[in-house]
């Protein structure tokens, strides 16, 4: 009996990258982690996975991979505070650009298949010119994170020519789903949802009128599952086609939860874009994906999870 395949996942203990190794377990594959839990969270991890304490940004990535040999790279390890990059663009970029390139020259020099990148269609656009956004739309980013993660795209496009390391792009709009931080500054279903369940004060940035195209974590996990075998050297918008404003998932969350209170609002944040969706007519027809999940839906799950996990939010 031969021996499964390895597939090694950056930032496996974090919201998305845990529920990816559940799913790759799920179908045999053995599932090597690397996290420095700087964000992370070990009762996100599945057990079943191969824990590496590391941060990619560190000489250490090359070591990891040189042991687990794996034959897909799924890179969702990243700085992915919008707010937060425009504090500090050096750090954004020395986790987005110089970490991710030490972990693509691991993959070239240890014989890595396919690397399945994580990247942002939510604010890759700026302001977009045509609603839904296709891939096609110019690149104009109005914060370093956005740009470090589109500099980091590039990198992958040189090294397929130069290296032949084949590469899929999932570039996604605004994830949200179980087990994403509520602490942070990124994912304001979850900061929502933390704060009404604990009957805090709830702070919208902005009149709350502006659009993002929220998609939920199982649909984005099953994109890159479908970008195991397909879409080789492209780059692919996952979203659901249509955007939600902050002010209505405000109202979903309150009548979700029983939240008695209004919305404080304040100024807008520095970088963030007021509309987008993203047009995914092209992972539709070159994946074979399309999402399942409807905004109602997801919310009614995220805030199952969060009843049932309150008290462990601030735990690893």
Same mark, same amino acid.
């Given at each position: 009996m031969?021996?499964?395949?390895?597939?090694?996942?950056?930032g496996?203990?974090?919201?998305?990258?845990?529920?990816?190794?559940d799913?790759?377990l799920?179908?045999?594959?053995?599932?090597?982690?690397v996290?420095d839990?700087?964000?992370?969270?070990?009762r996100?991890?599945?057990?079943?996975?191969?824990?590496?304490?590391?941060?990619i940004?560190?000489?250490?990535i090359?070591?990891?991979?040189?042991?687990?040999?794996?034959? !897909?790279?799924?890179?969702l390890?990243?700085?992915?505070? +919008?707010?937060?990059?425009?504090? *500090? &663009?050096?750090r954004? $970029?020395?986790?987005?650009?110089?970490?991710?390139?030490?972990?693509l020259e691991?993959?070239?020099?240890?014989?890595?298949?396919?690397?399945?990148?994580?990247s942002?269609?939510?604010?890759?656009y700026?302001?977009?010119?045509?609603?839904?956004?296709?891939?096609t739309?110019?690149?104009?980013?109005?914060?370093?994170?956005?740009?470090s993660?589109?500099?980091?795209?590039?990198?992958?496009m040189?090294?397929?020519r130069?290296?032949? !390391?084949?590469?899929?792009?999932?570039?996604?709009?605004? +994830?949200?789903?179980?087990?994403? *931080? &509520?602490?942070?500054? $990124?994912?304001?279903?979850?900061?929502?949802?933390?704060?009404?369940?604990?009957?805090?004060?709830?702070?919208i940035?902005?009149?709350?009128?502006?659009?993002?195209?929220?998609?939920?974590?199982?649909?984005?996990?099953?994109?890159?599952?479908?970008?195991?075998?397909?879409?080789?050297?492209?780059?692919?918008?996952?979203?659901?086609?249509?955007g939600?404003?902050?002010?209505?998932?405000?109202?979903?969350?309150?009548?979700?939860?029983?939240?008695?209170h209004?919305?404080?609002?304040?100024?807008p944040?520095?970088?963030?874009?007021?509309?987008?969706?993203?047009?995914?007519s092209?992972a539709?027809?070159?994946?074979?994906?399309t999402?399942?999940?409807k905004?109602?839906?997801?919310?009614?799950?995220?805030?199952?999870?969060?009843?049932?996990?309150?008290?462990?939010?601030?735990?690893?």
């Open positions: 031969s021996s499964p395949k390895t597939a090694l996942v950056t496996g203990a974090g919201f998305i990258g845990s529920h990816l190794v799913r790759l799920s179908l045999g594959y053995r599932v090597a982690v996290d839990l700087s964000t992370g969270r070990l996100n991890l599945n057990p079943a996975a191969v824990l590496y304490l590391a941060d940004s560190q000489t250490s090359h070591g990891v991979l040189q042991q687990e040999r794996p034959s !897909l790279v799924f890179h390890a990243a700085q992915i505070s +919008v707010s937060y990059s425009t504090r *500090d &663009p050096i954004d $970029a020395e986790c987005n650009v110089l970490g991710a390139l030490r972990l691991a993959a070239r020099a240890c014989g890595v298949s396919k690397v399945i990148y994580s942002t269609g939510g604010v890759l700026g302001e977009p010119e045509v609603i839904p956004c296709p891939e739309h110019p690149i104009a980013p109005l914060s370093p994170y956005a740009t993660k589109y500099l980091f795209e590039q990198y992958l040189m090294y397929r130069l290296h032949g !390391l084949n590469y899929t792009i999932l570039r996604y709009g605004n +994830v949200y789903g179980p087990r994403q *931080d &509520p602490h942070g500054e $990124a994912g304001v279903v979850a900061i929502f949802t933390q704060a009404m369940l604990e009957d805090k004060e709830t702070h940035f902005g009149d709350g009128d502006q659009e993002k195209d929220f998609v939920y974590v199982g649909d984005v996990v099953d994109a890159n599952i479908r970008a195991i075998d397909r879409g080789d050297g492209d780059v692919f918008n996952i979203g659901t086609g249509s939600t404003t902050v002010n209505r998932v405000f109202d979903l969350l309150k009548g979700l939860t029983g939240y008695p209004s919305a404080q609002y304040g100024p944040r520095a970088g963030d874009v007021y509309r987008i969706s993203l047009e995914c092209k539709r027809r070159q994946l074979g994906w999402p399942q999940t905004v109602e839906e997801g919310l009614r799950h995220t805030v199952e999870y969060f009843r049932n996990h309150c008290d462990a939010t601030l735990q690893n």
